[in-house]
């Protein structure tokens, strides 16, 4: 399977009752596979992850690969924090439907050699695809080019990157690795364009604007610079507010999804930034104007 393309990560949305809204995991896998969505992502930052029980975890991969249905790829995000129980949920998402997984490295950081030891002997226990999550700027752990590269000569099927780094870090990661790995890459899709002239392989979005990240995509592999450019400028704004910290992005990114979505917004499970009026607003100004996805 060759991987790239645009997976969006899901968002969670709890009800006021704290439950997770299965509602509005449908509504997100539908409304991206009718804009041409390569895959469907879960359990990643996006989904807040370290806020769900390993039941709750379980459940989303359950729901995911139910709705989708065989209709895309699924992406799972596997988070614990030691090499038993991630290879346990690892082989628990592959049996339930999961094309590909994604690993977050343990936290507190381990060394570089420690890294390669835990992803390896995880990889080594599932037969599919694996992607290492590579995002120092948010977990404060990861990998360099050189260690990731040793990783898949370890472990082959560790074979993707999963980056939430600037599209000039990106670029620096993809000339190192050569080739050798596929290089995916997140942060909402900021600097979106230049994330494709530098070189990815496709991106993890959230699906506030899974329309137009869908198309910017197409109009980039199609050589139409000017019109990819065009589609990124409608949501720049969006980008700039949404994308001030994971935090932020979780609150508003989600809240701006819910009503571009046609759904109830999400009820907000601690601990969560709490919204003001000024940004409650901004969301429905920056919703609206993009208006509503697809029903």
């Not at 809204?21 to 969505?37: L, Y």
């Not at 999961?98 to 002997?121: C, G, K, N, T, V």
């Not at 997140?186 to 990240?213: C, K, S």
């Amino acid at each position: 399977m060759e991987i790239g393309g645009t997976y969006p990560m899901l968002y969670a949305f709890f009800d006021e009752g704290g439950r997770l809204r299965r509602d509005a995991f449908a509504r997100q896998i539908e409304v991206s596979i009718a804009c041409g969505a390569a895959g469907i992502a879960a359990l990643g930052l996006g989904t807040e992850v370290a806020k769900l029980g390993r039941s709750e975890r379980r459940q989303v991969v359950e729901w995911v690969a139910e709705i989708v249905g065989g209709r895309l790829p699924v992406a799972i995000t596997v988070a614990d924090g030691n090499i038993p129980d991630m290879i346990e949920s690892a082989r628990f998402a592959v049996g339930a439907g999961a094309s590909w997984l994604i690993l977050q490295p343990p936290r507190p950081p381990a060394s570089p050699a420690d890294l390669i030891e835990f992803f390896a002997a995880v990889a080594a226990a599932v037969d599919c695809p694996v992607a290492i999550q590579n995002a120092p700027e948010f977990l404060g752990i990861g990998l360099s080019a050189g260690e990731l590269i040793e990783l898949n000569r370890r472990q082959p099927n560790v074979s993707v990157v999963k980056a939430e780094s600037s599209a000039v870090q990106v670029g620096r990661v993809i000339e190192a690795i050569a080739g050798r790995m596929r290089v995916l890459n997140g942060r909402g899709g900021l600097e979106l364009t230049d994330n494709y002239r530098a070189g990815v392989d496709g991106m993890i979005p959230g699906t506030e604007t899974i329309d137009l990240q869908v198309r910017i995509e197409r109009a980039m592999r199609a050589g139409d610079e000017a019109e990819a450019e065009a589609l990124y400028r409608r949501i720049l704004p969006l980008l700039s507010f949404a994308m001030q910290g994971l935090g932020n992005f979780l609150l508003y990114g989600k809240l701006v999804a819910a009503h571009r979505l046609g759904i109830a917004p999400s009820a907000n499970r601690i601990p969560a930034d709490v919204a003001t009026a000024a940004g409650l607003a901004w969301a429905r100004r920056l919703a609206d104007d993009l208006g509503p996805l697809p029903a």
